[in-house]
């Protein structure tokens, strides 16, 4: 490890941090979106969810195949460059549909970022230093959750969501510049021998995909890293709404305790699991996916009673919590992924893991959520869907007091509902621990 191993990652963390930050603006004023807009929890949900997470997961392909061939900083500083101003680009959108679309360019633009971050950490760093390295760098996701929840929602609340959205893509374009004066794409496998033009030292995505496919350890890392998706973004997703609805808090302070449950304890759980992995896991595989099941298994039982104890302080300490243990996965897993993958094909491994992932997390959770909400907050008021839109949608200012306690009610159920899947994530990471000796190489 140099300098510029040091550079490199604290310069792709900041790429990662304002990725998330982002991400997160548009949760924590969907509220001041969906009156302004007219929209239902299931609409927010598809523009949180696969908006994003679709074109976020497929473009994440080819670019990855990209960074296998070519510079894998220049590549980044342009997706850096494009996902900045499609965020500014959300706060111009006038209706659901161009909304949706500024999401849409936000996903294409953040698609190159991970997978070439993760092949470069895994040229700049040892083996037997990678899952630390891996936590540093995921710590963008916690920081840029905190800032984009603590410094959107305070923007929203002095000059309006808007105008918030137009300051978004200010940083983003301050880093690229600063990315193509010192950003170095460091010489893949650790020598400057491995040549950026030579094409067929990549393996071919086919032969990649096909390995990943009769890697029983791998199909379990999916899915039940898929399922921890879900609830992270789940719940950093409709938390906001959540202590609006309930709690009655005004924006700022929504912001504040999202970012703080979000921000901080991701990356208490983030660092920690880097840790745990280095420690008790450097050189066996096996053992870091039992460290990510042992990581979530405390979640759901955190989320379900911090919800049902309606009370806000219980709420946001159990969730600061249940965060924690969700992000303690993430360095393991990861550090597993990039143990199952050749050294020229790390950037396509990365994509396939976070394509599945991102599908099924981002993708469809959001939605899901956002239906399950939108279904019981119908049932608790006693409306059919028309009659419900009629009552609580359409009309300018805030929704009528039943309607809002209605509204409430079903975000509670759909995250309830919610909680529970980490204790299935957990069993998929204890079956791949067992069968990481199917590993392909």
């Not at 790390?346 to 599945?356: G, N």
């Amino acid at each position: 490890m140099t300098a510029a191993s040091w550079q490199g990652l604290a310069l792709l963390t900041a790429a990662y941090t304002i990725s998330f930050i982002d991400r997160t603006a548009v949760s924590v004023v969907q509220d001041r979106i969906k009156t302004e807009l007219h929209l239902t929890d299931w609409q927010i949900g598809l523009m949180i969810g696969p908006a994003f997470a679709i074109v976020y997961s497929l473009a994440g392909l080819p670019l990855a195949r990209l960074a296998e061939r070519r510079n894998r900083a220049s590549l980044l500083s342009w997706c850096v460059a494009i996902w900045s101003a499609m965020a500014m680009a959300c706060g111009l959108a006038r209706d659901f549909v161009t909304l949706f679309l500024a999401r849409m360019g936000v996903g294409i633009g953040e698609a190159g970022g991970n997978p070439a971050s993760h092949s470069m950490i895994a040229d700049y760093f040892p083996e037997n230093r990678r899952a630390t390295a891996i936590a540093i760098y995921t710590l963008g996701a916690p920081l840029g959750t905190f800032l984009g929840a603590a410094g959107v929602g305070w923007l929203a609340e002095e000059i309006g969501w808007r105008q918030a959205f137009l300051l978004l893509g200010l940083p983003g374009f301050l880093l690229v510049a600063v990315m193509l004066l010192r950003l170095k794409d460091p010489p893949r496998h650790g020598t400057a021998a491995a040549s950026l033009a030579d094409a067929d030292a990549a393996p071919s995505f086919r032969a990649v995909l096909g390995d990943l496919m009769r890697n029983s350890a791998f199909r379990h890392l999916v899915w039940g890293g898929s399922l921890v998706v879900l609830v992270g973004y789940g719940l950093a997703a409709f938390l906001p709404a959540l202590l609006v609805r309930s709690y009655q808090l005004p924006l700022g302070q929504v912001g504040l305790l999202t970012g703080l449950v979000a921000g901080a304890g991701g990356a208490i759980g983030t660092m920690a699991g880097g840790l745990a992995g280095d420690r008790w896991g450097a050189g066996q595989p096996r053992r870091l996916a039992i460290i990510a099941a042992l990581a979530v298994l405390p979640a759901p039982f955190l989320l379900a009673g911090g919800i049902l104890s309606h009370s806000l302080e219980i709420l946001i300490a159990a969730s600061f919590l249940a965060m924690v243990a969700i992000y303690a996965y993430v360095a393991p897993a990861f550090a597993q992924v990039h143990a199952l993958a050749q050294a020229r094909s790390r950037a396509t491994v990365t994509s396939v893991f976070y394509l599945v992932t991102n599908l099924i997390g981002l993708g469809l959770g959001p939605p899901l959520i956002g239906a399950a909400s939108d279904y019981g907050a119908r049932r608790a008021i006693g409306l059919d869907a028309a009659e419900f839109a009629r009552a609580c949608l359409s009309a300018d200012g805030p929704p009528p007091p039943a309607c809002s306690a209605a509204g409430a009610t079903g975000m509670e159920s759909a995250l309830l509902i919610m909680s529970v899947l980490p204790l299935v994530a957990a069993a998929h990471f204890l079956v791949a621990a067992r069968r990481y000796r199917q590993r392909t190489t």
